[in-house]
DNA sequence: ATGAAAGCGCTAACAC
DNA sequence: GTGTTAGCGCTTTCAT
């Protein structure tokens, strides 16, 4: 059953072959396809005639030959970094809504601190991409890798788009990000507005994503006249380990009533930790996440509210974003709006 | 700073360098580097000369040129098909494991019922890809996609290999999958280790992995000699809205002291709707989930017990398997284990 | 042991 | 308006 390899045809249809069939030159047929004057129109009997013979045959050309012949693979590179229990789906249907209407498709790799970079650099190299969209986490110890992949795309003449997670400028040439600041800052805002004034931040050192999100935590404090407490600013490694060892350890030597967690992972972490301590949430102290990862989120208990992190348009604008690169058109970036997902561990009621 | 768009050398050092700076022909460069005898070896002088030409140069051969020259893209086109919220990346990484050291990256196509398959189709023919991995969930209205790809996988001479949640076998020429069956067994007898009698099944219709979980179920119920009760077999669709709704239900119609769901996902919405009826988990209801995604299992409360999914180590098998065939060797195919995460959903002690 | 040359399928000047 | 032709960079048969 699985064994008779299929036998294999590789029906190649060439332009020759339309070209013979509709009575035509290679060229021609080639710029029919292509709608490209050559520089005069083509005559629209010819046009249909070729037309008719690609459709009969069922034409489809050979993508190598394309790109050998133009120098454009009509395919991105996705570099997802140091990426393991994210959302990579929801950014790559938003990347391809874009690109596949414009004919380009996704090739992708991973890459962490072990693995991947020479391979990556390998593809680039070889000339099977047009552009590179990086998406995923930028540690301080992985940055050298990111570099490598920089310096292969530039001796390339490739762009490199972030997506999400901010990546520091001297890697790519321009970022899609969504606003970590406002966001958190609505979040934080949300918190006080319950009355809260003792609120904990869960942050992660190091990311500069990380770093707006704990700006927009600072922001809301500043604007409701609550002195920031040092103590309560907690930065850490973004591990889920991490978040519940220091909010059990945090609940023994502060005062608290509210933790606005950079990420849901950490937010989900930190509501065990709470439980494990004995406290009740929301009422003890509420919570706050940031991502929505929706099908975690709605069922936690309690319902976990959070911020909608718009991966899939985040995608779409990288996506796009990087094909003005390589047209040389303006680039057309934004900070995406993010909005409050109310559920209840905020304490508000369902 | 974004603006002026990077300068494109496009840097390509060709054979032709090569062969120039080494003194030889385009031919010889080409052997030398892809070790290749012709019939007769290659001197050791010519070779290394070669060899230094290429290293000093920064030579990377152009895939496109490649490609056209051989007929072979040394590419794979992975399909997530109607895939939304699960493990793509872990899946990915297990796939490139196996690829990447043999030189095949990549390429990404996602399709559902109303996006992508055409464009899928359109990769498969322009001979962008030399064998196919399906994964992702066919439902039978999406089975017709699956055939589109079929197809144009036949037509192109390629094998399509599926990971993961078993594809029926009309549609793939082979499946790298878990021991679903087996798994779920173990599950089950968990269960009734715990001395649990009235196991509800939380199931989904008309999907081949769903049902060997529903196998496993009754497999352990038969060992154990506990008949089924039909009323507590429930199948639906997969979403957590669904599971929800049905497992509320059911604590108003009927009687039972655990839950067996197919995927952590549905665990988690029963899990909720469990302490929405007032019922506590685990004294009232013990429960188990399957796919151990451990960055949500490890948080709810209690912590969920469930069956490890080794995406992982099925995207290596798969992609080993789709070499294998591409290179018309013995498939190399096994139901890879599973084992059971125990955590306290299922009522064992911390 | 190495080189010459044809060709993979397509594009893009340029000629007619 | 359409055809000719010369590549794109690499592989591979065959001749030497």
Redesign the interface.
Known sequence: ???G????????VTLLQIADVAQVSKATVSMVLNDRPNPFPISEATRKRVMEAAQKLGY??????K??AT?R?L?IL?V?FD????????R??GV?AHL?PKGY??????VDAE??VS?CA??I????ADGILLTGLASPQTLPILKTVRDEA??????VVGLANAFP?EYV??TADIDDTRGSQEAVDHLIQHGRRKIALLGVADQPWAHNREQGYRNALAEAGIPVDPELIILGDRS?TWA?DVTLELTRSHEFDAIFAVTD?MA??A??AL?AAGKRVPEDCAIIGFDNNA??A????P?LTTIENPFYDAGKMAAGMLLN?ID?KP?G?ELLPVSLVVRQSCGCKH
């Open positions: 059953m699985t064994s390899n299929p036998q294999k045809p590789k029906r190649h489809r050309p050979n993508a190598a030959a790109a050998l120098g693979s395919t996705m997802a990426l393991w229990d994210e959302n990579l789906i929801a790559l249907r391809e596949v498709s996704i090739r992708v790799c991973t693995h991947g391979f390998e593809l190299r070889s000339g099977q530039t001796t390339m003449g490739l762009p400028s040439e321009a889920q519940y992972n989900i972490a509501m065990a439980k099908h975690i709605r069922f936690t208990d319902p690169l040389n680039l970036a």
